[in-house]
């Protein structure tokens, strides 16, 4: 979808509706991780744009003409500057990719709304976890475009979901969404998981100085 010019002067364009991030702790959990990993892994990628719950606005002079996703990520705009609101007619990208994780008050919003705008939109790829699984069966959906419509993504026999777009798959842990490398197998870690493995990593040199130290002696 193009986004639609209007010529009107001053508009203002909120950057806020002062609602939380995340329903539940969890749910802000969720939406940090997911940002947080895939910031990382685009993070020397200048033209790959990744952030979340942000003011996305895609008709211009319109500011009713919003929707904020959960996390959304960008192929051909550039990472910097940082931005304060998405403006799809400067851009001139709408997102490839785009995961909501619902809730009881986003539910209907994210599996109609929200899903018919980002067909309209072009958005490549839409993804829906539901942590507790208590609204979505199954609780990870995923849906593609083909010839301008969504189609449902099939499920691995796992019930893990592909995203063609960054080469990741999506499966649930316990409640969590993690996000995998196919190439490599390897999950994307969280802020607190690479930390662990980095001290670890610290330790195992320091052990290993430890022990060339005594032979050395």
């Not at 033209?47 to 500011?63: A, I, Q, R």
């Not at 709408?94 to 619902?102: A, K, N, R, Y």
């Amino acid at each position: 979808m193009t986004a639609i010019p209007l010529q009107q002067d001053h508009v203002f364009y909120p950057e806020s509706d002062g609602k939380p991030m995340g329903e539940t702790q969890l749910h802000a959990s969720e939406i940090m991780y997911l940002i947080q990993a895939l910031w990382q892994r685009y993070q020397d990628t200048p033209d790959v744009y990744v952030w979340g719950d942000l003011f996305l606005y895609y008709v211009e002079g319109d500011p009713s003409s919003s929707v904020v996703p959960d996390v959304f990520l960008v192929k051909g705009v550039p990472k910097e500057p940082p931005r304060r609101i998405y403006k799809l007619w400067e851009e001139g990208k709408s997102p490839c990719l785009v995961i909501e994780v619902t809730s009881e008050s986003t539910r209907r919003v994210d599996q109609r709304r929200k899903r018919d705008l980002y067909e309209r939109l072009g958005v490549e790829e839409y993804f829906l976890h539901d942590p507790y699984a208590e609204w979505l069966r199954p609780a990870l959906q995923g849906y593609r475009l083909f010839g301008g419509k969504y189609q449902p993504i099939e499920p691995e026999p796992d019930g893990s979901l592909i995203s063609r777009t960054t080469d990741l798959r999506l499966c649930r842990e316990g409640e969590r969404l993690r996000l995998i490398d196919l190439a490599t197998g390897e999950p994307l870690l969280s802020a607190n998981e690479t930390a662990e493995a980095l001290r670890r990593v610290e330790e195992d040199l320091a052990r290993l100085q430890c022990e060339i130290d005594r032979q050395k002696s």
